[in-house]
């Protein structure tokens, strides 16, 4: 009997860690979304002339210390080359939701938190994901 006992231990074990991994992983997406929310709301500055997308996303970013990503998918769906887009404009002291707002919605583009990081889509996209989450809740 004891030989059985064993194996059983071991995978208790083994789900004990995956369970705990699983937890530790929730709370870090947990923080990374909560740390984006607060971001959102705090001023920010930009000083953009003619900037392409990507570098724009990683300025940001970097200046936030947030995921910042372009949504490609969404973007090959609609069939829009989101890399040829330049983006100019000096603004500071707005909250980042505000110059986000700003830099994107005169282009029909928007932002969410998706996948624990701040997306940068098309509004439809960004339409659609809210429906779709508010229907899971």
């Known amino acids: 009997m004891l030989k059985n006992r064993a194996p059983r231990t071991a995978l208790v ?3 004990l860690v995956v369970v705990a991994t699983a937890k530790v992983g929730a709370a870090d997406d947990l923080a990374i979304e909560a740390k984006i929310y607060e971001q959102l709301s705090l ?3 930009v000083d953009f002339n003619q900037v392409p997308p990507d570098p724009l996303a990683a300025y940001l970013g ?5 995921p910042i ?3 490609t998918k969404a973007f090959e769906k609609v069939g829009f080359e989101y890399r040829r887009l330049t983006f100019t404009r000096n603004l500071s002291g707005l909250p980042l939701r505000a110059v986000l707002t700003d830099l ?5 583009l928007s932002f969410m938190i998706k996948d624990h990081k701040l997306t940068l ?3 439809e996209e960004a339409r ?3 429906l779709e989450y508010l229907r899971r809740k």
């Open 13 to 15: 074990s083994m789900l």
């Open 43 to 45: 001023p920010t500055r």
């Open 62 to 66: 970097d200046l936030h210390g947030i």
């Open 69 to 71: 990503v372009w949504d």
């Open 104 to 108: 994107l919605g005169g282009r029909k």
């Open 121 to 123: 889509t098309t509004v």
């Open 128 to 130: 659609d994901w809210q």
